[in-house]
């Protein structure tokens, strides 16, 4: 007789019957990590075509990435298919995909002229980001962490920090760096700061603070800034990659401030 068979349900012991629920996987938990493994793999090939000097492909692969990133969270959240093993699946793929390909893209296209001081900038950027992937992976599973804290990361996010270090390429993309191998000292500088940025504890606007629903007099706006964010950046990439970046820049403080807010009205709260 089958162990696993349907119709042996009366005889089959418990171990067997564990088999039997590993033996099939629901669909909703598949479909997420289809879509973590679909961004992996244009994360890798970002790293080819940076070797084939395809530069602009190459950062676009990332971009696409880290838009299938904030996908594949959702998409299991939706169909409450989320699972260890996804959270850890995602977590490795943000490795990659946000510190090592990032790192090896602004190393090849600039870094490279400084040798080896320009080699070890990008592999701190590297170290930076899988111990800000560690630290989150631990602080997820926090018992002390107050309701409002959801709305906040601690240090700028990989997919934030991925889209930072590489603001010189962009500008470079817009011709308004020319010369690379000229601007690669002050390139360095910048790639140190945004890997100290990750590493921090400097407390960053998370998006998951506005919650499943949605006013609905917010709706209409929502939906045409979307299309038009889109749009935009379709049309002018680099322009827009470049004005969002340094208004992420500009919203760090202001995060700061936020965070410092909601956690004395809690010491008060609580003395």
Known sequence: MDPFDDTSNDTETPRQQRLKR??????KFLLPNAITLLALC???????WAMDGRFELAVSAIIVATVLDALDGRVARLL????RFGAELDSLADFVNFGVTPALLIYMWS???????????????????????ARFNVALEDPDKPAWAVKFFTGVPAPAGAALVMLPMYLGFLGIITDTKAAAPYILVFVAFVAFLIISKIPTFSGKGFGQRVDRDLVLPILA?????????????WQLLTLTVLGYLVMLP??????????KADLKESS
Do not use: C, D, E, Q
Request: no cysteine; aromatic share 10%.
């Open 254 to 263: 202001i995060g700061w401030r936020s965070y410092n807010r909601h956690k």
């Open 225 to 237: 800034g979307s299309v038009l964010f889109t749009v935009l950046l379709i049309s002018y990439p």
């Open 22 to 27: 590993f033996k099939t996987i629901p669909l």
């Open 42 to 48: 244009l994360g890798v090939t970002s790293i080819r």
């Open 80 to 83: 409450k298919g989320a699972s």
């Open 111 to 133: 870094l490279n002229s400084l040798k080896n001081l320009g080699w070890v900038v990008a592999l701190a950027l590297v170290v930076a980001m899988a111990l800000r992937l």
